[in-house]
C-alpha cells in the first residue's frame, strides 16, 4: 500500500469530494479592493473579478489545487487549531470558527476565533495566518530592521470581519518553518480605511472600496458579462521595462529583460489561479 499516493489521488480530485459551493454570497478571502500602491501606480490587491464570476457561474476548475498545495494548506489549518488551543488554555477563548452572514454586503464568512481581552473587558477577534518563506519572513514577520506588514489580501479580509462584528481583530502571522511569529492589530475608521496597531492606511483600501468591487461582479454576473482580467499572466515589454526601471524584477530577470529585452514574469496571482488555462487559453 502507498498511502502517500493514494492521499495525494485523493487530494487531487477536489470535483466529488471537495467542491466549493456557492449559495449567492461573497466570501471575505476573495474580496478585492483598488488602492495606489508605493509607486503611485493604480493596482488591485485581493481577488480577480473574473477568477470569482467562473466560481459563481460554477465553471469547472483547470488547475485545481495540487496536493501539495492541499498539504500546505492543512498545516496552516494546524498551526490554527494549535493557537486557538492555548487560548482556551489561558481561559480567554470565547468561540473559534465563527460563522456569520452579512446581509447588507452580501458576504458570508467564518471568523478564525474571539477571545476576551481583559485589558479592555471586551471581545476582540483573531485571524490566523502562516506563511514559510523567505519573503514572507522579511516583509511579513518583518526582520530587527525592518518592520513587517499585513498582506493586504489577509488585511481586507480582517477588515470586513471588524466591519461586521463591531470589535478589533488581531492578524497573527506564523511561520511554519521556524515558527517566527508577528501580530497585528486591525480597527475601521468612521470612512472604513483600515488602521494597522494605530495608525491609519492611506494608500485606498476600505471597505466602501471593496464592496464597490463586489457590485461591479454583480452586475457582471447578472448579465453574465465576463469580468476583465485584474492580473497578467506574462507583462508587456513596457511594462517590465517600468518594473526594470524602479529596480523591482529579481536580479536574475533584470539580467535577462537588460540582455534580450524580454523575460517572463507575471502576477504569482495567475499562476496560481484555478483558472489559469482556462483563461489564457488563447496565449494571450
Known amino acids: 500500500m502507498k498511502l502517500l499516493e493514494l492521499v495525494d489521488k485523493y487530494l487531487e480530485n477536489p470535483y466529488d469530494t471537495h467542491a466549493r459551493v456557492h449559495k449567492g454570497y461573497h466570501h471575505p478571502s476573495s474580496a478585492s479592493c483598488?488602492?495606489?500602491?508605493?509607486?503611485?501606480?493604480?493596482?488591485?490587491?485581493?481577488?480577480?473579478?473574473?477568477?470569482?464570476?467562473?466560481?459563481?457561474?460554477?465553471?469547472?476548475?483547470?488547475?485545481?489545487?495540487t496536493a501539495r498545495g492541499a498539504r500546505i494548506c492543512?498545516?496552516?489549518?494546524?498551526?490554527?487549531?494549535?493557537?486557538?488551543?492555548?487560548?482556551k488554555e489561558m481561559g480567554i477563548w470565547r468561540d473559534n470558527n465563527v460563522k456569520f452572514i452579512n446581509a447588507k454586503y452580501n458576504i458570508s464568512g467564518e471568523a478564525d476565533c474571539i477571545v476576551f481581552n481583559k485589558d479592555t473587558n471586551a471581545l476582540h477577534g483573531v485571524e490566523i495566518k502562516s506563511g514559510y518563506d523567505y519573503k514572507f519572513?522579511?516583509?511579513?514577520?518583518?526582520?530587527?530592521?525592518?518592520?513587517?506588514?499585513?498582506k493586504f489580501e489577509h488585511l481586507l479580509q480582517t477588515m470586513i470581519y471588524v466591519d461586521y462584528f463591531k470589535f478589533p481583530f488581531s492578524m497573527i502571522y506564523i511561520d511554519r518553518g521556524n515558527a517566527a511569529r508577528a501580530e497585528y492589530e486591525i480597527t475601521l475608521n468612521d470612512d472604513g480605511t483600515p488602521n494597522i496597531n494605530g495608525k491609519k492606511l492611506g494608500n485606498g483600501i476600505s471597505i466602501p472600496g471593496c464592496v464597490a468591487r463586489l457590485k461591479e461582479l454583480e452586475e457582471n454576473l447578472k448579465d453574465s458579462t465576463l469580468p476583465r482580467r485584474d492580473f497578467q499572466?506574462?507583462?508587456?515589454?513596457?511594462?517590465?521595462?517600468?518594473?526594470?526601471?524602479?529596480?523591482?524584477?529579481?536580479?536574475?530577470?533584470?539580467?535577462?529583460?537588460?540582455?534580450?529585452?524580454?523575460?517572463?514574469?507575471?502576477?504569482?496571482?495567475?499562476?496560481?489561479?484555478?483558472?489559469?488555462?482556462?483563461?489564457?487559453?488563447?496565449g494571450k
Do not use: A
Open 233 to 282: 499572466m506574462k507583462y508587456s515589454k513596457d511594462r517590465l521595462k517600468v518594473l526594470n526601471d524602479s529596480s523591482r524584477l529579481s536580479k536574475k530577470d533584470r539580467e535577462e529583460f537588460q540582455k534580450s529585452g524580454d523575460v517572463c514574469v507575471g502576477d504569482w496571482q495567475c499562476s496560481y489561479c484555478d483558472y489559469k488555462d482556462y483563461c489564457w487559453k488563447d
Open 137 to 150: 519572513r522579511t516583509d511579513v514577520v518583518g526582520t530587527p530592521t525592518k518592520p513587517g506588514k499585513p
Open 34 to 65: 483598488k488602492i495606489k500602491n508605493d509607486y503611485g501606480e493604480e493596482s488591485i490587491v485581493g481577488g480577480c473579478l473574473r477568477k470569482i464570476y467562473w466560481e459563481h457561474k460554477g465553471v469547472k476548475k483547470t488547475n485545481p489545487m
Open 74 to 87: 492543512g498545516v496552516g489549518k494546524m498551526v490554527e487549531r494549535f493557537e486557538v488551543e492555548q487560548y
